[in-house]
T-cell receptor
């Protein structure tokens, strides 16, 4: 059974304090890993897609990386507006491209 | 690009009534749409997957007669909660994608409260 585990569950940072969120996966045949940001009371907002180990994507203060077992979302010098829940999801060859989501990491950035 | 519109954003109704939620892809063709339910401080729970012109595929434990899904066009899917009861109160979110290898794009959700 495909499994996606995100850690930590919650993270509190001071503004400017860089850190990383982890998404580890145990799947058969990864076909894509996706990062989303979800604000309270809203639907998730798509951030990045990663398809193969070694791939990296960047957007403003966020950088996503992928290995054969996990993905990291690095947040450099975060600001309070980066506070949100960050979700990762995977597509697998055995799952008919039905996404499996992790439980998310709730990030709070204090000014 | 890749905008998904979901309506209504908020519904309060009496127990026993049926509620319809619409999900539209505004600027792309949604060959597949997903419906999720989310409880407070929990992750997304997939309810069903629908492909345009086909019957929806429901996840285990989701009553298909309770949650009717229609995906009649490449830009519109609807979820009807029939004879809603207080335990159906939740945050419902739809998503859509164009191709299998592409990410989903989500609507802003519908907060459903059954009195």
């Amino acid at each position: 059974e495909d499994q996606v585990t995100q850690s930590p569950e919650a993270l509190r940072l001071q503004e400017g304090e860089s850190s990383s969120l982890n998404c580890s996966y145990t799947v058969s045949g990864l076909r894509g890993l996706f990062w989303y940001r979800q604000d309270p009371g809203k639907g998730p907002e798509f951030l990045f897609t990663l398809y193969s180990a070694g791939e990296e994507k960047e957007k403003e203060r966020l950088k996503a990386t992928l290995t054969k077992k996990e993905s990291f979302l690095h947040i450099t010098a975060p600001k309070p507006e980066d506070s949100a829940t960050y979700l990762c999801a995977v597509h697998t060859s055995g799952g008919s491209y039905i996404p499996t989501f992790g439980r998310g990491t709730s990030l709070i950035v204090h000014p | 690009g890749a905008v998904v519109s979901q309506h209504p954003s908020w519904v309060i109704c009496k127990s026993g009534t049926s509620v319809k939620i619409e999900c539209r892809s505004l600027d792309f063709q949604a060959t597949t749409m997903f419906w999720y339910r989310q409880f407070p401080k929990q992750s997304l729970m997939l309810m069903a997957t629908s492909n345009e012109g086909s019957k929806a595929t429901y996840e285990q434990g989701v009553e298909k007669d309770k949650f009717l899904i229609n995906h009649a066009s490449l830009t519109l899917s609807t979820l009807t909660v029939t004879s809603a009861h207080p335990e159906d109160s939740s945050f419902y979110i739809c998503s859509a994608r164009n191709r299998e290898d592409q990410p989903q794009h989500f609507g802003d959700g519908t907060r459903l409260s059954i009195l």
